[in-house]
């Protein structure tokens, strides 16, 4: 049983089925960086630079706890879209509900959880002590609603598994505005200040889990719930753990090395905090496209493979490469160019413009190199082999990159601007091994 917003992408255009699929994903992931760009500007610009750098530097915080979960939903969808690949739509509903009722379970211990840690790791941050209050209040806030980011992503992950990537955009989209909406009104109106802008945001998280939940409750496709189907497949759920736990302990390690990442930065004050939270909320606009056509390789691999079509995957990937290098690198172009502008659009402190100016035209240019990063472990990822990305990525983003920043801060020069290349050396590592391991190993058969 197939639904018409279901896209099988064993047959017909490579490229389109790419692009097609990559374009409601890179929408609304830029809908959902504006929101959170709109939850910095709002403090930035209403509340205080305190305000804006408490929020703005979290963001290692946050990504610990949704980068693991991200990770075992990615292990659901590659499960999920290789059985549909196959046209095993009963194993897909037994995958379906079994990825459901462990993300139950994970809202509660995850959000128990992060409340629990939030003192200890700002602190581990080394935040400012003006700045650690409004970061403390935020995180509670943000942890607090945590389960609705958690429904939202496995609803999306399963949505886009089948193929149908548009309504996890619909529903990304009415939660980013509405988000803008609160933003405004609970800080600017009611005065909340940082409290404000996290109701608003896991209010507007919870919006969006409640819209896909209910397309999954009422849909005609093959991956439709059912209450009383409501049960727990172990062979599926271990298959799904098999391909997941290796990306959501890349992703959280990564995360939580990052906190470290910050506690460099945060030791030269909150005028260059404020500078490099600027930086992040645009480079994390530039990462939307490369990481908006891998989510579609990771699926258009694990159908491919689930028929059986290897080199069809292989093309993919190679269609994915190109379209995620030709994208990134325009947008590259002007986001150098206007860097003072657009710093000054989430703070105008000149300070502020001067550090985050220095940061994009510095590190910018190196995205090209997290491309071939983000695509090649998308398409290892679809094809089950999660393990690889793992390695190479921990190695790259947590352990290079801690003896580069401990090596310099510590014997060479502890000075910004080699401080803030930390970042790029951990792209050129990863990227370096990840096309070498791709192009000795490729991608294999199907996990199913």
């Given at each position: 049983?197939?639904?018409?917003?279901?896209?099988?992408?064993?047959?017909?255009?490579?490229?389109?089925?790419?692009?097609?699929?990559?374009?409601?994903?890179?929408?609304?992931?830029?809908?959902?960086?504006?929101?959170?760009m709109v939850d910095t500007?709002?403090?930035?610009?209403?509340?205080?630079?305190?305000?804006?750098?408490?929020?703005?530097?979290?963001?290692?915080?946050?990504?610990?706890?949704?980068?693991?979960f991200s990770g075992l939903a990615n292990g659901g969808g590659v499960v999920i879209s290789q059985y549909y690949g196959a046209k095993r739509y009963d194993e897909v509903k037994?995958?379906?509900?079994?990825?459901?009722?462990?993300?139950?379970?994970?809202?509660?211990?995850?959000t128990m959880f992060g409340i629990t840690v939030v003192p200890l790791v700002v602190r581990m941050m080394?935040?400012?002590?003006?700045?650690?209050?409004?970061?403390?209040?935020?995180?509670?806030?943000?942890?607090s609603g945590l389960t609705g980011l958690l429904f939202y992503n496995m609803g999306a992950a399963i949505l886009r598994a089948v193929g149908d990537s548009r309504r996890p955009f619909y529903f990304l989209t009415v939660s980013a505005v509405l988000n803008i909406i609160l933003d405004l009104y609970l800080v600017i109106r009611v005065k909340m200040g940082v409290a404000g802008v996290a109701w608003a945001t896991i209010i507007s998280q919870g919006i969006s889990a409640l819209l896909t939940m209910?397309?999954?409750?009422?849909?005609?496709?093959?991956?439709?719930?059912?209450?009383?189907?409501?049960?727990?497949?172990w062979d599926i759920l271990k298959r799904i753990v098999r391909v997941g736990i290796p990306s959501a302990l890349q992703m959280a390690i990564v995360s939580f090395s990052n906190i470290f990442v910050q506690s460099?930065?945060?030791?030269?004050?909150?005028?260059?905090?404020?500078?490099?939270?600027?930086?992040?909320?645009?480079?994390?606009?530039?990462?939307?496209?490369?990481?908006?056509?891998?989510?579609?390789?990771?699926t258009f691999v694990g159908q491919n493979?689930?028929?059986?079509?290897?080199?069809?995957?292989?093309?993919?990937?190679?269609?994915?490469?190109?379209?995620?290098?030709?994208?990134?690198?325009?947008?590259m172009i002007p986001i150098m160019i206007l860097a003072p502008q657009t710093v000054a659009i989430f703070n105008s402190k000149p300070e502020v413009v001067q550090y985050g100016t220095l940061f994009l035209r510095m590190i910018t240019p190196f995205a090209i190199m997290a491309v071939f990063s983000q695509i090649y472990a998308a398409a290892l990822r679809g094809s089950g082999n999660s393990k690889a990305p793992m390695i190479i990525m921990i190695f790259g983003y947590v352990v290079s990159r801690q003896i580069y920043l401990y090596i310099f801060s510590h014997f060479i020069s502890n000075t910004i601007i080699p401080i803030g290349l930390g970042y790029p050396f951990g792209?050129?590592?990863?990227?370096?091994?990840?096309?070498?391991?791709y192009h000795k190993v490729g991608i294999k058969g199907s996990i199913i």
């Open positions: 049983m197939t639904a018409k917003r279901d896209i099988d992408m064993t047959t017909g255009s490579i490229l389109n089925h790419i692009i097609l699929f990559s374009l409601p994903l890179l929408i609304g992931n830029i809908f959902q960086q504006l929101y959170n500007w709002v403090v930035g610009n209403f509340v205080s630079n305190e305000a804006f750098s408490a929020v703005g530097t979290v963001g290692p915080v946050i990504n610990m706890l949704i980068g693991f037994r995958a379906v509900h079994s990825a459901i009722l462990m993300t139950v379970a994970l809202s509660i211990l995850l080394n935040t400012p002590a003006e700045v650690i209050p409004e970061s403390t209040r935020y995180l509670s806030i943000y942890f209910l397309v999954l409750f009422h849909t005609s496709s093959v991956v439709r719930l059912e209450f009383r189907s409501m049960k727990m497949d460099y930065i945060n030791y030269f004050g909150t005028d260059v905090m404020s500078g490099w939270s600027a930086y992040s909320k645009v480079d994390g606009l530039l990462w939307l496209p490369m990481q908006s056509v891998g989510m579609a390789v990771t493979l689930g028929r059986g079509q290897r080199e069809r995957a292989v093309e993919g990937v190679r269609m994915g490469l190109f379209t995620g290098l030709v994208i990134t690198g325009l947008c792209w050129v590592v990863v990227a370096t091994l990840i096309i070498i391991y």
